[in-house]
């Protein structure tokens, strides 16, 4: 029986028989233990300090912990967030003190440690403190939103990868030798089955495993190899971090004026179960933030985009919010607005409750009139250019110049009024 990998008993499952069993076997986590990463570092001077591992599902992370504690000689004791309560943690820090007290170590791996509640993950702060466990939590959420900042002061966040192709390539060749023969893919469908597992090793070898019993002839295309597997939902989660992730790719896209991959981003979004109507509110905001007057119609097409929607539902509204990413990508570009908003509103806040100058406020009775109320005021229509060149400003305060319109697309027509305006507002002045 073939035992490569620690594999001992052919009816365990693939991935369990091809687990590592060396830190050297880890696949697709070099930048962190190889001689300069983090956990290279640690292993160099014999020590372990606590940390938390981010990182996809199925990148190793309760592997990495298992071998490290294996390692460094510290007593392994697994504990996960889902099934375990105040109770469990209670025993845990007891045992890890008896054998703290007999010269042994605890590694305390808690998986999906982001599970845990604030009062839960402050009780761990005091046996971290003193040495009596090193704490190896694992999530694949943010930690910066999901771990109190307590706890992240005292542990250091080590970021994992999703497995790449190399590393996919790995699996299929330790896969291959362990079950004695190649897998019946041909080129293409060999990719097709890398791209299937998205970075999930784990998920990647059950894969293969439903493979490994088929003869390696005939090759499998990708069609045929759609029928024997089936692919995985994209890692997506609407209201966590690749939400965000992808929302913040979509907008910064547009706004490179790269349209197909700002396409590719919308597609991962719907793909991944995306309301599209939050998509168009965002790209309804993308219109006014980041284009602006540059191009009016944008606005426009944001709103009939949404009104298409609305109307049709999905999928065939989808071809309308396809079409309005496309409109956003190609447009000109301008923040003028969102950025004369910001400056005017930071003005206000400057200037207080000063009144307007009194010649632009309307004078309804007699008293306000003999106040000076609407004194001196032009109306500019009389005027021979429609443009009095008043000032509008409070009388305290001296003009200010929050709009800027760049030299790109319609705003390079309204950067020659405004100057033509101000050129003229400059000739009154000076009468």
């Not at 003190?97 to 761990?124: P, S």
């Not at 791209?195 to 894969?207: C, E, H, I, Q």
């Not at 992730?245 to 907008?251: F, G, M, P, Q």
């Not at 490179?256 to 309804?284: C, F, I, N, Q, V």
């Amino acid at each position: 029986m073939n035992t490569l990998f620690g594999g001992k008993n052919e009816d365990r499952p693939l991935a369990d028989r091809l687990r590592p069993q060396g830190l050297e076997e880890v696949v697709g986590q070099g930048h962190l233990l190889g001689p300069t990463g983090s956990l290279g570092r640690m292993l160099a001077v014999g020590r372990l300090t606590s940390f938390i591992l981010w990182g996809p599902p199925g990148c190793g992370k309760t592997t990495i912990a298992r071998l490290l504690a294996e390692r460094t000689s510290l007593h392994f004791e697994p504990l996960s967030a889902v099934f375990s309560g105040v109770a469990d943690l209670r025993k845990v820090f007891e045992a890890a003190k008896k054998r703290k007290e007999m010269g042994q170590g605890t590694l305390l791996f808690v998986d999906e440690i982001h599970r845990f509640n604030r009062a839960q993950q402050d009780g761990f702060l005091p046996f971290v403190e003193d040495g009596t466990v090193v704490l190896v939590g694992a999530t694949t959420e943010n930690p910066s939103f999901e771990l109190n900042g307590a706890l992240l002061s005292r542990c250091q966040v080590l970021v994992l990868h999703r497995l790449d192709d190399a590393a996919l390539e790995t699996l299929i060749g330790r896969a291959e030798t362990l079950i004695g023969h190649a897998l019946p893919l041909a080129e293409d469908s060999r990719a097709a089955l890398k791209a299937m597992a998205d970075g999930d090793g784990r998920y990647f070898l059950n894969l293969i495993e439903a493979l490994s019993i088929l003869p390696p002839e005939p090759l499998l295309d990708s069609a045929e190899l759609a029928q024997v597997v089936h692919k995985r939902a994209p890692a997506y989660d609407k209201d966590r971090e690749g939400h965000y992730n992808l929302i913040s790719a979509l907008h910064k896209s547009l706004r490179g004026s790269d349209t197909d991959a700002a396409l590719y981003w919308m597609a991962r979004m719907l793909d991944g179960g995306e309301d599209p109507l939050y998509l168009l509110r965002r790209l309804a905001r993308f219109a006014v933030e980041d284009i602006g007057l540059a191009d009016p119609a944008a606005l426009t097409q944001a709103l009939a985009a949404w009104d298409l929607y609305e109307r049709l539902g999905s999928p065939e509204g989808e071809l309308g919010l396809a079409q309005l990413v496309i409109y956003l990508g190609t447009a000109p570009k301008s923040n003028a607005a969102y950025k004369a908003l910001k400056a005017a509103q930071r003005a206000a806040k400057e200037t207080g409750s000063l009144m307007p100058p009194m010649h632009i406020l309307n004078a309804p009775t007699k008293m306000m009139k003999e106040l000076g109320y609407s004194k001196g005021y032009q109306y500019d229509h009389d005027t021979a250019e429609g443009f009095s060149g008043q000032n509008y400003f409070p009388d305290e305060m001296p003009r200010r110049v929050f709009y800027d319109p760049p030299e790109r697309g319609f705003e390079r027509d309204v950067r020659k009024r405004l100057a033509y305006w101000e050129k003229l507002r400059q000739k009154k002045t000076d009468e």
